[in-house]
């Protein structure tokens, strides 16, 4: 069942090690498949260097393993939950990247400091809070989920596909497992070169609005000229 899923995403899964952007099994990716309403993801716990195609869990959106030997990711409730959350997206990605995560348990969000940020992603990089003891000691995962999209009933999940979460780590998605791992390698970078930015000076100020526009909409939406049109 889904073989090609499976294989496109066990091959995002490998771009993570490649990148740098794992330490250890900390991380994953899923992909869904829209029509059928499954979605894959890597197994709890295992080493990529022993993973397979064939170790990928598909799961139902009830939060049902529908196939698969292992355990599927611990983030696993939490990625069913975007997916429930944002109907344009097809992949998601969990890290505990280092910059990203400095950031995320500093509880900041990212300011658009420079246009390398500003090509991705619009605006501030938000911080969701962390989640109270009783979120935690209830349906964990579910609740770093819910907590995600209520963040963004305000925002604009295509135009900012990237979130930190207190205290833990980001998540970043796209339209496939692929273009969700990009978006966590683009995070990363950006996110490393903010907190460059405000070791060298602590006075710096976001990037100018007029800027900010400049790079994300010749790239982005229906006036894009150049690159990727959403
Ligand atoms: O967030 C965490 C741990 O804090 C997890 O994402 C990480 O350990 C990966 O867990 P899984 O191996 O995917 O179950």
């Given at each position: 069942m889904?073989?090609?899923l499976k294989k496109e995403i066990y091959e995002a899964n490998m771009l993570l090690p490649k990148y740098g952007l794992v330490t250890f099994t900390w991380g994953n990716v899923s992909g869904i498949?829209?029509?059928k309403g499954l979605f894959v993801i890597k197994p709890s716990g295992v080493d990529y260097d022993k993973?397979?195609?064939e170790d990928m869990v598909v799961m139902d959106l009830d939060g049902n393993r529908v196939e698969g030997e292992y355990n599927p990711s611990s983030d696993t409730p939490t990625h069913l939950e975007l997916y429930k959350a944002f109907p344009k997206i097809g992949g998601i990605v969990?890290?505990?990247s280092a910059w990203a995560t400095s950031w995320a348990q500093a509880g900041r969000g990212i300011p658009c400091y420079g246009t390398t940020h500003a090509d991705y992603m619009y605006g501030e990089i938000p911080c969701a809070r962390c989640l109270?003891?009783?979120?935690i000691n209830g349906?964990?995962?579910?609740?770093t989920g819910l907590l995600i999209a209520e963040l963004f009933t305000d925002r604009d999940y295509e135009a900012v596909p990237a979130v930190l979460c207190k205290n833990h780590g980001p998540f970043?998605?796209?339209k496939d497992g692929h273009e969700a791992v990009h978006n966590a390698v683009v995070l990363e970078e950006v996110a490393k070169m903010a907190a460059r930015c405000e070791m060298l000076n602590p006075q710096v100020e976001p990037a100018p609005q007029s800027l900010q526009d400049k790079h994300y909409y010749r790239k982005h939406g229906a006036n894009a000229y150049y690159g990727q049109s959403k």
């Open positions: 889904l073989e090609e498949d829209r029509e993973l397979t195609p969990h890290t505990h109270n003891a009783e979120e349906a964990y995962e579910k609740n970043t998605w796209g």
